[in-house]
């Protein structure tokens, strides 16, 4: 791995470190038990990212290792303003926030592809932005069906 890769891949992992405390202080900002489990697990998923890019780095997995997912694009973190952090949040405010949280490190993955030609940096990038945007989708699933849950009328 050359030089310039190597220290992207050492940003990817400091920005997954971050990610994963950020987090875990997120989480304990909600009594919710399933809002907790929610957040713990997309602080799992950004442990399992910096172990791969750890791996990735030491040549133990190609780019091709990870797979590009269909997503829907909800874009609830577009059009609504993320709230403010506060000692007791709303599990609704606490998924919402961590839709931003992964619009931010999509955004974040994607520009930084973009300043690559094709190759191996620019593919490894493209694919962490995609997991991002997977998690970004699943915290606006939980959103959604917290914010404004079904009633018996429909």
């Not at 997954?16 to 929610?38: I, K, M, N, Q, W």
Request: aromatic share 8%; charged share 30%.
């Amino acid at each position: 791995m050359d030089a310039h890769l190597c220290s992207l891949v050492d940003t990817a992992i400091a920005r997954e470190e971050e990610a994963y405390r950020f987090y875990t202080e997120l989480r304990e900002r909600v009594s919710d038990p399933a809002a907790r489990e929610a957040i713990q697990w997309v602080a799992g998923e950004e442990v399992r990212h910096k172990e791969f890019l750890v791996r990735y780095r030491a040549g133990e997995y190609g780019a091709a290792a990870l797979r590009l997912s269909e997503v829907v694009a909800t874009r609830i973190a577009e059009h609504m303003d993320e709230p403010e952090r506060s000692a007791q949040m709303s599990s609704a405010e606490v998924f919402l926030t961590a839709a931003h949280r992964e619009l931010r490190s999509h955004r974040f993955y994607t520009e930084l592809a973009g300043q690559h030609a094709a190759g191996e940096a620019r593919e490894i990038l493209l694919k962490m932005a995609n997991e991002e945007l997977r998690h970004k989708e699943k915290m606006e699933y939980l959103y959604a069906n917290t914010a404004f849950p079904q009633t018996s009328g429909g």
